[in-house]
């Protein structure tokens, strides 16, 4: 039975990429969103120009107040913005919590979102606790320096990776999912014309909500996968350069 996921992301007043996108996603697979906002930001579909944290003693007492009324399993979490933040978002997650992370260092315009000191926290007090991580390829060379793909993979302290070659691919990508570092299954799709803004979060939103559903990982990865290519080839353009995944089922 669907259920609820607790979605911890950064605000996009554009609506593309965020909080506005892991809602949107959630909700077509029947579960309930939880969001809480963790950076403001400011940004269109050219660029991203500035980022604001949002106070990690505050995200705390959000989550206190969730979890003194909801009991919450699957957490998504996208786009964290300090390194307070991680730390303390690291220390409340425990071992009932079945975690997502979508690890946003750069945004799909290049920005650069995630500072140095953030990106080791991260590998420290989070990944240990993420049970499916959603890379691209420069983002693992992030998470794992000086390393090939397998040796970056087997490096993490995650049970299931899922390495998308999006950001290096020219006409297939592929999306290669890891278990305990050993190669699983390989996915394949044509890669779309134009920039898109929001796929990553739309994928790992998609999946967090299928893992919701107690399905195995393999199945939650095929149809998370389809569902965003669904939602590329549907896209739409709001502003002057990125299209939106148009989530919406019609």
């Avoid at 420069?138 to 899922?162: F, T």
């Avoid at 890891?178 to 790992?204: I, M, R």
């Amino acid at each position: 039975m669907l259920d609820r996921v607790l979605v911890l992301s950064g605000l996009d007043p554009c609506g593309g990429a965020g909080i506005a996108a892991d809602i949107e996603t959630i909700n077509q697979f029947g579960a309930t969103p939880l969001p809480i906002v963790t950076t403001l930001t400011v940004q269109n579909t050219q660029r991203v120009s500035e980022l604001q944290a949002v106070d990690h003693q505050f995200i705390v007492k959000q989550l206190s107040a969730l979890t003194d009324d909801i009991d919450i399993t699957v957490v998504k979490i996208g786009l964290l913005s300090s390194v307070e933040q991680i730390q303390a978002i690291a220390e409340w997650l425990d071992e009932s919590h079945v975690v997502v992370l979508d690890p946003i260092i750069k945004a799909s315009t290049s920005d650069e979102l995630l500072a140095q000191e953030a990106i080791d926290m991260l590998k420290q007090k989070l990944l240990p606790k993420v049970f499916l991580l959603t890379p691209n390829v420069a983002e693992l060379a992030r998470l794992a320096p000086g390393l090939d793909e397998q040796e970056a993979v087997k490096s993490l302290p995650c049970e299931w990776v899922l390495l998308t070659t999006t950001d290096t691919s020219e006409q297939v990508i592929e999306h290669r999912l890891y278990h305990q570092g050993e190669l699983f299954e390989c996915f394949s799709y044509h890669k779309l014309p134009g920039d898109y803004h929001g796929s990553g979060c739309t994928l790992a939103s998609a999946i967090s909500a299928l893992i919701a559903a107690n399905l195995d990982v393999g199945v939650v990865v095929k149809r998370a996968l389809d569902y965003s290519y669904q939602t590329l080839l549907n896209a739409k353009q709001i502003g002057k350069m990125q299209y939106h995944p148009n989530r919406i089922s019609p």
